[in-house]
Nanobody, 116 residues
Framework: QVQLVESGGGLVQPGGSLRLSCAAS????????MSWYRQAPGKERELVAI????????SYAASVKGRFTISRVNALNTVYLQMNSLKLEDTAVYYC?????????WGQGTQVTVSS
């Protein structure tokens, strides 16, 4: 079955870094755009970054541009989110998503907490 499994979340101090990974299975990973979303307590889920199937086209939310980097390795069926210069407001559950029209598949999420 289609599955997305995130890992790499945790507790980090402001200014620190984390790298999230999302391992995909059950579908042809290289055919589809992938994205990272996040949802903070009491807020709606928001798009953080999206990468095209081949990795040539990337887009970021304004709030993370210049600090986060999305990438993918199709041979490993994995998408990454490198997060640098983390801020308190980056605290959220981060979700990996596969854009497979008409469906959008979600992982279970991984918690990222930025705190001093």
């Amino acid at each position: 079955q289609v599955q997305l499994v995130e890992s790499g979340g945790g507790l980090v101090q402001p200014g620190g870094s984390l790298r999230l990974s999302c391992a995909a299975s059950g579908f042809t990973f290289s055919r589809y755009a992938m994205s990272w979303y996040r949802q903070a307590p009491g807020k709606e889920r928001e798009l953080v970054a999206i990468i095209s199937s081949g990795g040539a086209t990337i887009s970021y939310a304004a709030s993370v541009k210049g600090r986060f980097t999305i990438s993918r390795v199709n041979a490993l069926n994995t998408v990454y989110l490198q997060m640098n210069s983390l801020k308190l407001e980056d605290t959220a559950v981060y979700y990996c998503s596969a854009h497979r029209p008409p469906n959008q598949t979600w992982g279970q999420g991984t918690q990222v907490t930025v705190s001093s």
